[in-house]
């Protein structure tokens, strides 16, 4: 994987951050974890955690002053509004988000004498795909869609700095990330497995919940985990934007009985349901469900995060028109030299089974 060094983790608790704590650890680097909650992680290698509140600027400077060794940096942090999808035309959520990464990356690149690279991450919302369809496939190279959005003004910030400190930098552009964490944004099999605990608990089927079928592409977070730690020690990837996929197309029809296998309940016909609605209408069962097997004591708040509003767009809730076409093209990051992929219905189980095996879930 080429040289290693001291990487420092933004939003180390995070589907992102969390992977790559574990990957840059078993990659043998030194890891120092920025987030409010200590990651969950299976490596076996100590890490340095910092609790930190990234909008505090003054919290920020003062422990930045301290990581004068860190020579890498993954910027996985974001700040979502309540709601997830109306926030993302928000002016708040977008001057929060460069805040945040100003109010860190400001002191730690004053202080750190040896600063070589920073991954930070973007995604299809670059190309508008919250907003209007997208060329078939998306490329990296198609000029920026224009519409206000926090990945500029990071973006932005980040080319400007990297021309005054002198460090490299990475731009990633994942689709549907796909990992065990929950109580986060945009991550779903937390909420699928609860969706399904709910329903065996209720006597209903567990039913695909959606709409009209979307045919599309999700990314497992060990890959994106995998790849910024390649980049970090690749000189071909400096400077450059890459879109990252598990290599495969998926639908949530043809994955729904894998899951429904894994997580040992029924499937049932289709019946078009609001994850966003039934949730969190369902807390008190969550809570019955939480004693019966001895689950970790969260609610279906702290399971869900903003992620079953996530779900409901996903699962295309509500509609019957034409699904929109989201796919990217990641030629060129298999041109650049990595070319690790995943097959996507076993990514979503084999998160749904350390989901069980973490007791976050029911098990079978």
């Not at 224009?146 to 005054?164: C, G, M, P, V």
């Not at 996929?245 to 949530?252: K, L, Q, R, S």
């Not at 939480?290 to 779900?311: D, M, N, W």
């Amino acid at each position: 994987m080429g040289t290693t060094g001291k990487i420092m983790v933004i939003g180390a608790s995070g589907l992102v951050g969390a992977a790559a704590v574990n990957t840059f650890l078993d990659e043998g680097w030194d890891v120092v974890a920025v987030s409010r909650r200590r990651p969950e992680v299976n490596s076996t290698r100590e890490f340095q955690h910092l609790s930190l509140d990234l909008q505090d600027a003054s919290a920020c400077s003062a422990v930045m002053k301290s990581m004068s060794d860190v020579t890498h940096v993954v910027y996985a942090a974001v700040y979502e509004m309540p709601g997830l999808m109306p926030g993302w035309s928000d002016p708040v959520q977008m001057t929060t988000n460069i805040t945040m990464m100003e109010n860190i990356m400001n002191p730690l690149s004053a202080a750190a004498r040896d600063l070589k690279h920073v991954n930070i991450l973007q995604g299809t919302k670059a190309y508008g795909a919250h907003l209007h369809e997208i060329p078939i496939p998306a490329r990296e190279d198609a000029p920026r869609d224009n519409h206000a959005n926090f990945y500029w003004l990071q973006e932005d910030y980040i080319r400007a700095s990297s021309k005054k400190h002198g460090f490299a930098f990475t731009i990633w552009r994942p689709q549907l990330i796909v990992g065990p964490n929950y109580g986060v944004v945009m991550n779903l099999p937390p909420v699928i497995g609860a969706y399904a605990a709910l329903c065996k608990k209720l006597g209903m089927p567990f039913a695909f919940p959606g709409g009209t079928r979307w045919v599309w592409e999700a990314v497992d977070t060990r890959l994106v985990a995998q790849a910024l730690c390649w980049a970090a020690s690749e000189p071909k990837s400096h400077g450059e934007t890459y879109n990252i996929t598990n290599g495969e197309v998926f639908d949530w029809r043809s994955m729904w009985p894998a899951m429904a296998q894994t997580l040992g309940v029924e499937v049932g016909e289709d019946t078009s349901c609001s994850l966003a609605e039934f949730l969190p209408a369902n807390a008190e069962v969550w809570q019955e469900i939480v004693k019966e097997h001895g689950l970790r004591p969260l609610t279906i708040q702290e399971i869900c995060g903003e992620s079953h509003h996530y779900a409901d767009m996903c699962f295309m809730y509500g509609s019957d028109l034409l699904a929109p076409y989201t796919f990217l093209s990641t030629a060129k990051l298999r041109q650049h030299g990595f070319s690790g992929a995943y097959n996507t219905e076993d990514s979503f189980c084999h998160w749904l089974s350390v989901l069980q095996d973490r007791k976050v879930i029911p098990s079978r």
